[in-house]
């Protein structure tokens, strides 16, 4: 495992006393600051979202390898990794941020610091710099960028995240039994002609389980899944209604909400042009359900644009999160890119 870009990630941070790469003696206490932060999804329901059981893990089964910083009084998180995309073909290397955090007691130093850090540790890698922001939290862009002349988002895609609550009525889901048949294979011709075309793909890894989706003999898609166990997401209540309602859940499916929620993401999918993407994927979630890839009360994530109108019917409930992917840049310019995009939700 190639680590050196941590060494350029300390360069960056040699001016800045407070800040400095973690180490496992830290990660406690960057656990705990990471499920300090929750999701708020209603006046009844929050979202925590942990890293546990393995910390620096999580980020390597995201294929990104993690220069973690915090500051001294560990209240302060943001990493930087080092990861590959394919892009028009060819594996490039590149930089992925995510993960920032500042807690609430942060002093006022190190809120004024970190933005100074960040641009220094960006000028140190030689290689173009990503990150994803959720619609909500475009103000996270403004903090950045306050007072600064020389640090740049350019927005490269815009995207939508689907976690669909899988159901029994996913046998409901009304397909021709003609349309499509789809096999446990890898047709790596028909994924490298996608990849060729893209302007962005993440790359998926190779323990994932992949199909190829045919239509009268003739591929005109491919998918893969994962279940990630390096990090988890859980439901918090705050209201006894929706805590009898998680009990029952529990009881009905067998899955412990508050503890983890079960998720099951679609890493890739290629799919050609002229297909109704609606259509493919409720094939697929009915498929992955009869064929008992997926269960009852398991979530299942994918990612698409933004600008595309899909709107499966699959009689369940379905929970959608709209973000950005930019391009991190000290230049107020950036090229466009021309191709497909292709995310890996575990990437983000």
Same mark, same amino acid.
């Not at 021709?176 to 302007?199: C, G, L, Q, T």
């Not at 209540?237 to 009881?251: C, E, H, N, P």
């Given at each position: 495992?190639?680590?050196?870009?941590?060494?350029?990630?300390?360069?960056?941070?040699?001016? =800045?006393?407070? +800040?400095?790469?973690? /180490?496992?003696?830290?990660?406690?206490?960057?656990?705990?600051?990471?499920?300090?932060?929750?999701?708020?999804? $209603?006046?009844? *329901?929050?979202?925590?979202?942990?890293?546990?059981?393995?910390?620096?893990?999580?980020?390597?089964?995201?294929?990104?390898?993690?220069?973690?910083?915090?500051?001294?009084?560990?209240?302060?998180?943001?990493?930087?990794?080092?990861?590959?995309?394919?892009? %028009?073909?060819?594996?490039?290397?590149?930089?992925?941020?995510?993960?920032?955090?500042?807690?609430?007691?942060?002093?006022?130093?190190?809120?004024?610091? +970190?933005?100074?850090?960040?641009?220094?540790?960006?000028?140190?890698?030689?290689?173009?710099?990503?990150?994803?922001?959720?619609?909500?939290?475009?103000?996270?862009?403004?903090?950045?960028?306050?007072?600064?002349?020389?640090?740049?988002?350019?927005?490269?895609?815009?995207?939508?995240?689907?976690?669909?609550?899988?159901?029994?009525?996913?046998?409901?889901?009304?397909?021709? $039994?003609?349309?499509?048949?789809? %096999?446990?294979?890898? /047709?790596?011709? %028909?994924?490298?002609?996608?990849?060729?075309?893209?302007?962005?793909? /993440?790359?998926? @890894?190779?323990?994932?389980?992949?199909?190829?989706?045919?239509?009268?003999?003739?591929? *005109?898609?491919?998918?893969?899944?994962?279940?990630?166990?390096?990090?988890?997401? +859980?439901?918090?209540?705050?209201?006894?209604?929706? $805590? =009898?309602?998680?009990?029952?859940?529990?009881?009905? =499916?067998?899955?412990?909400?508050?503890?983890?929620?079960?998720?099951?993401?679609?890493?890739?999918?290629?799919?050609?042009?002229?297909? @109704?993407?609606?259509?493919?994927?409720? %094939?697929?979630?009915?498929?992955?359900?009869?064929? /008992?890839?997926?269960? $009852?009360?398991?979530?299942?994530?994918?990612?698409?644009?933004?600008?595309?109108?899909?709107?499966?019917?699959?009689?369940?409930?379905?929970?959608?999160?709209?973000? @950005?992917?930019?391009?991190?840049?000290?230049?107020?310019?950036?090229?466009?890119?021309?191709?497909?995009?292709?995310?890996?939700?575990?990437?983000?």
């Amino acid at each position: 495992m190639n680590t050196a870009h941590i060494s350029l990630v300390n360069n960056g941070l040699k001016s =800045f006393k407070e +800040f400095y790469v973690a /180490n496992e003696d830290d990660y406690q206490d960057i656990h705990h600051l990471l499920e300090n932060e929750s999701m708020e999804l $209603s006046d009844y *329901v929050r979202l925590k979202y942990t890293r546990r059981p393995d910390l620096f893990g999580s980020y390597l089964e995201s294929g990104q390898i993690p220069a973690i910083i915090t500051d001294k009084e560990k209240k302060f998180l943001g990493v930087v990794s080092e990861t590959s995309i394919m892009q %028009y073909g060819e594996s490039r290397k590149v930089y992925y941020t995510s993960d920032l955090r500042i807690s609430k007691s942060a002093g006022l130093r190190t809120r004024a610091n +970190f933005r100074k850090a960040y641009l220094e540790v960006l000028a140190e890698l030689p290689h173009d710099c990503y990150t994803v922001v959720l619609k909500d939290n475009e103000r996270a862009i403004k903090a950045l960028t306050r007072g600064q002349s020389d640090l740049y988002y350019h927005k490269v895609y815009e995207y939508v995240s689907r976690a669909i609550v899988v159901l029994p009525t996913f046998r409901l889901i009304k397909v021709r $039994s003609d349309k499509f048949d789809i %096999y446990e294979e890898n /047709n790596h011709s %028909y994924v490298k002609e996608k990849i060729e075309k893209s302007a962005f793909a /993440n790359i998926v @890894n190779e323990e994932d389980t992949v199909f190829c989706i045919r239509k009268v003999g003739k591929v *005109v898609g491919q998918f893969s899944i994962s279940r990630p166990d390096k990090r988890s997401l +859980f439901v918090e209540s705050k209201s006894t209604k929706v $805590s =009898f309602w998680l009990k029952a859940l529990r009881m009905i =499916f067998g899955h412990e909400y508050e503890r983890k929620i079960p998720w099951c993401y679609i890493t890739s999918l290629y799919l050609d042009e002229d297909l @109704n993407k609606s259509e493919v994927i409720e %094939y697929i979630c009915r498929y992955l359900y009869l064929k /008992n890839y997926i269960s $009852s009360g398991e979530l299942l994530l994918l990612c698409h644009g933004a600008k595309e109108s899909i709107n499966p019917h699959l009689y369940a409930p379905e929970f959608l999160t709209r973000g @950005n992917l930019y391009k991190v840049s000290s230049c107020n310019y950036a090229t466009e890119l021309s191709g497909e995009v292709y995310l890996n939700p575990i990437a983000l």
